[in-house]
């Protein structure tokens, strides 16, 4: 029971931070909505590997070999970009699908969440960024667009702080959201744009 109760209160500090950023960028329901479905059974059944450092689907994969609430988990949450692939054929025919602005914008949030949940008191800009270098860089098979996207919303938090990051994206996230639902790829457009526009 001790462990569900931390697990619990993990989540609900976790859901807590991202849904204050989710309504900073302007996606309030997004915050509002997410990662819910770690109240249902199926992934409530992981808090037996709570260790309260990281995630307990680490110490459950090297149990397992995999975490069964984790594949539950972002099959029911789109901002994942698991979510996003259309499996034909392993490895020669997976497509990642270019994720809705707003998931991409959700999962920049998850970032920042997690860092805050898993390092009370000692969280900073920097975190979201060097957890995506250290973690994440080549290891995802996101679509170009949205994963430029989402690395440049973390380098920009990193580069110049919450605050003016805020500001900068208040005033340009109608054009940013435009850019990004062109068709295509956004990468060779923002590079020689975004620098001019913090």
């Known amino acids: 029971m001790g462990k569900l109760l931390q697990h619990l209160k993990t989540?609900?500090?976790?859901?807590r931070y991202v849904r204050q950023m989710c309504f900073k960028m302007g996606i309030p329901w997004r915050g509002i909505v997410h990662d819910l479905s770690k109240?249902?059974?199926?992934?409530?059944?992981?808090?037996?590997?709570?260790?309260?450092?990281?995630?307990p689907h680490a110490l459950c994969r090297d149990e397992l070999?995999?975490?069964?609430?984790?594949?539950?988990?972002?099959?029911k949450n789109k901002h994942h970009w698991q979510f996003w692939l259309d499996i034909e054929d392993w490895p020669n025919k997976v497509y990642p699908?270019?994720?809705?602005?707003?998931?991409?914008?959700?999962?920049?949030?998850d970032f920042i969440g997690a860092g805050k949940a898993y390092n009370p008191g000692k969280w900073n800009e920097?975190?979201?960024?060097?957890?995506?270098?250290?973690?994440?860089?080549?290891?995802?098979?996101?679509?170009?667009?949205?994963?430029?996207?989402?690395?440049?919303?973390?380098?920009?938090?990193?580069?110049?702080?919450?605050?003016?990051?805020?500001d900068w994206y208040k005033k340009t996230k109608k054009w940013l959201k435009d850019q990004y639902e062109l068709p295509g790829n956004m990468l060779e457009l923002l590079d020689s744009t975004l620098g001019d526009m913090i």
């Open 126 to 166: 920097s975190m979201p960024w060097d957890y995506y270098e250290k973690a994440c860089k080549g290891k995802r098979l996101m679509h170009k667009s949205s994963e430029y996207l989402l690395t440049k919303l973390l380098w920009i938090l990193k580069e110049k702080g919450l605050d003016i990051f805020l």
């Open 11 to 15: 989540v609900r500090k976790h859901r």
């Open 97 to 109: 699908i270019k994720m809705p602005y707003k998931y991409v914008i959700e999962m920049f949030c």
């Open 65 to 75: 070999g995999y975490s069964p609430s984790w594949i539950y988990h972002y099959h």
């Open 39 to 55: 109240y249902s059974l199926k992934e409530l059944s992981i808090c037996k590997y709570y260790g309260g450092i990281k995630s």
